[in-house]
Nanobody, 121 residues
């Protein structure tokens, strides 16, 4: 199974930007669809964005569409989440996930430990 580690979280003011990175190791990165999820205090984990193995197909939740951009660099075994125009409601722990099936709810999905993003108003 691939291992993934997130980085890039932090504290930012509303309207600011952050870029999260997800570094993968242990298996061929290009075999995996990648996804970003988040979980705010007291709420369930929710999908943020996903990207296909080649990067040709992406999906965004309505809450982040037009503000966030998911991308990947298969040569660097890394996926990214560029977050612009951040809002206080984006505050959450952000998780990276890797799935060979492209089905992130499947038990075979690999999850990172998460990185905290806090947006102050």
């Amino acid at each position: 199974q691939v291992q993934v580690i997130e980085s890039g979280g932090g504290l930012v003011q509303a309207g600011g930007s952050l870029r999260l990175s997800c570094a993968a190791s242990g298996r061929t990165f290009s075999y995996y669809a990648m996804g970003w999820f988040r979980q705010a205090p007291g709420k369930e984990r929710e999908i943020v964005a996903t990207i296909s193995r080649s990067g040709s197909s992406t999906y965004y939740s309505n809450s982040v569409k037009g503000r966030f951009t998911i991308s990947r660099d298969n040569a660097k075994n890394t996926a990214y989440l560029q977050m612009n125009n951040l809002k206080p409601e984006d505050t959450a722990v952000y998780y990276c996930a890797a799935s060979t099936l492209g089905v992130f709810g499947h038990p075979s999905t690999s999850w990172g430990q998460g990185t905290q993003v806090t947006v102050s108003s």
